[in-house]
């Protein structure tokens, strides 16, 4: 059996996948610079940030109050994502809005539950 030969692509093609169909295959896209992609993100740095500052706060000994502020942000991704236009909420969406408005709040509701279930 012969190995199969790799597929040459010109640069600046992004490889997806073998055997998809046509619109999955090689896509060209314009070159993206890496403050694009920090302004693509949108409005998921304000959830990622109150995530982050939670953690920190459960790291500090004080979980419940960490617990809360982890929470908050997860429940402000939710409110963003369905506020906000795809343009703007930028990392907040993953799928369609239903799926994602879903998916956060079910994530705020998990670390709130895990919050007030656990005894400290």
Known sequence: ???????????????????LPGALRDQQGPPVRPDERA????????????VLVGLGIVLAGHLRAGGM???????LGAVLRALLPPE????????SLPFDLVAWTLAAAGVLAGVLLVRV
């Open 39 to 50: 302004r693509d993100l949108g409005a998921w740095w304000a959830t990622a940030a109150l």
């Open 88 to 95: 703007l909420a930028g990392g907040l969406v993953v799928r």
């Open 1 to 19: 059996m012969t190995d199969p030969q790799p597929l040459e692509h010109p640069p600046g093609v992004r490889r997806t996948g073998r055997g």
């Open 69 to 75: 502020v982890v929470t908050a942000g997860l429940g």
